[in-house]
């Protein structure tokens, strides 16, 4: 399934949360007003609003797909070395179709129109017009708040807490959902290449020798195409789901599968004074403009592209071959028989074989109603996790540690042991 539209996280409050339970795949256009989530990206100027997510993409249900666009080494220069450049990775001899016109992989950087190292531009920012075109990504900020009257959040509290699965090299330790997850392309000719579209009458069909073509981009554009592809792995595999638990691990264990962006930013302009709008002093070609100063590309997952675009090939060839771990979960609770609303300790380890475990613990009962079953979740920290529960019913049950699992270790769940009466008031 695909959903190419974005609205901020302030705008709405939780979507398509049954869809990993019937087997769909939810892919998201991340967004194309780069880290500036809340303004409009198809006026004109520059952000206004600070650091924002979209709120389609940003619940963890969902995979959030970025944008890239080709990066080539001769943006800069002058026309004769980029068309010699273009020459290496393109057959610039026109052919009757079908025809072959990529000779070899092309390397790749965030989709940026404002400071993208682009051939159209020599990756020089040269407003007005000012603009915020771009892949789009961050952290999580507003899932939950204070409401408004149209339903709406008059004001944020937090995001969506990090998913089990969202771990691995670059992952921000911010306690919260990021995106995007992954990227594909996503340009509309900055650097000489868009989707061509048949859309209308007569397009894609010779006319006085000519071939007209609908030409574009954006995210909208690169989240269905990754849901085609992920229709090749559901046609040999079966429904997947929630592909992030497939996806997150695929990057640890087979990081051939996607090509890692490393190179520039989807940072965009921002007014003076606005949230988050700092004057630029780094050595690159925002400087001296006043910017959001997020999100650059670096090795592993990054809030620029995720964790990189697909290798379609790799990722059906590699799909069900990953492999995990097996861990022991230990549950301890300081007391096994206390009155309702006593406050407990509760530590949870979880060991397995070659490294440490992380990602979350969620602390269960066999309690009814059904509401008591889900007490608390614990995130790991050097293979541990504490808290103090002051949930816990009343009544007799069993007590359960279920860990999640991580790129590495697989999921367990500790012994049910805690099945001694607990009185109620």
């Excluded at 997947?240 to 940072?267: I, K």
């Excluded at 990189?308 to 300081?334: C, E, H, M, P």
Aim: charged share 10%; proline share 7%.
């Amino acid at each position: 399934m695909n959903k190419a539209w974005v609205q901020p996280e302030t705008s709405f409050g939780r979507t398509c949360g049954n869809k990993p339970a019937q087997g769909q795949t939810s892919f998201v256009s991340s967004g194309d007003g780069g880290p500036a989530g809340c303004d409009d990206f198809n006026q004109p100027q520059a952000a206004q609003h600070g650091l924002a997510v979209s709120g389609f993409s940003s619940t963890p249900w969902n995979i959030a797909v970025g944008g890239t666009d080709f990066f080539y080494t001769s943006y800069n220069g002058n026309a004769a070395s980029q068309n010699s450049e273009l020459a290496t990775y393109w057959n610039l001899t026109p052919a009757k179709l079908p025809s072959t016109s990529l000779l070899k992989p092309i390397p790749e950087q965030p989709w940026n129109r404002p400071f993208g190292l682009n051939l159209s531009t020599s990756g020089v920012y040269d407003p007005p017009p000012a603009t915020i075109v771009a892949g789009s990504g961050g952290a999580s900020s507003c899932a939950s708040g204070t409401g408004a009257p149209d339903g709406s959040f008059a004001s944020c509290t937090a995001g969506y807490p990090k998913p089990s699965w969202q771990t691995g090299e670059g992952v921000p330790a911010d306690g919260v959902r990021d995106l995007p997850d992954i990227s594909l392309f996503a340009a509309a000719g900055e650097n000489n290449s868009a989707y061509p579209i048949c859309a209308f009458p007569n397009e894609c069909t010779q006319v006085n020798g000519g071939t007209a073509l609908l030409l574009a981009g954006g995210t909208s554009a690169s989240s269905p195409a990754m849901a085609g592809i992920m229709a090749l792995v559901n046609q040999k595999f079966g429904a997947q789901g929630q592909a992030n638990f497939v996806l997150y691990p695929l990057a640890a264990q087979h990081p051939t599968v996607f090509h890692d962006v490393t190179v520039d930013s989807n940072n965009v302009p921002c007014q003076q004074n606005s949230p988050s709008c700092t004057l630029s002093t780094l050595k690159d070609n925002t400087l001296g403009f006043f910017t959001l100063g997020q999100f650059y590309a670096a090795a592993g997952y990054d809030q620029a592209t995720g964790l990189g675009s697909i290798d379609a090939n790799l990722l059906v060839k590699y799909w069900n071959s990953l492999t995990f771990t097996s861990t022991n979960t230990t549950l301890n609770l300081s007391q096994t028989s206390f009155s309702h609303g006593t406050p407990i300790n509760v530590t949870v380890t979880v060991s397995g074989s070659g490294g440490t475990p992380s990602g979350n613990i969620a602390l269960v009962t066999t309690a009814s109603p059904s509401m008591n079953k889900g007490l608390s979740e614990l995130t790991l920290q050097s293979g541990t996790a504490s808290a103090t529960v002051n949930n816990f019913p009343g009544g007799q049950y069993q007590v359960t540690a279920r860990y999640a699992a991580d790129t590495v270790f697989a999921p367990s769940l500790s012994r049910s042991c805690y099945s001694r009466r607990f009185s109620g008031k």
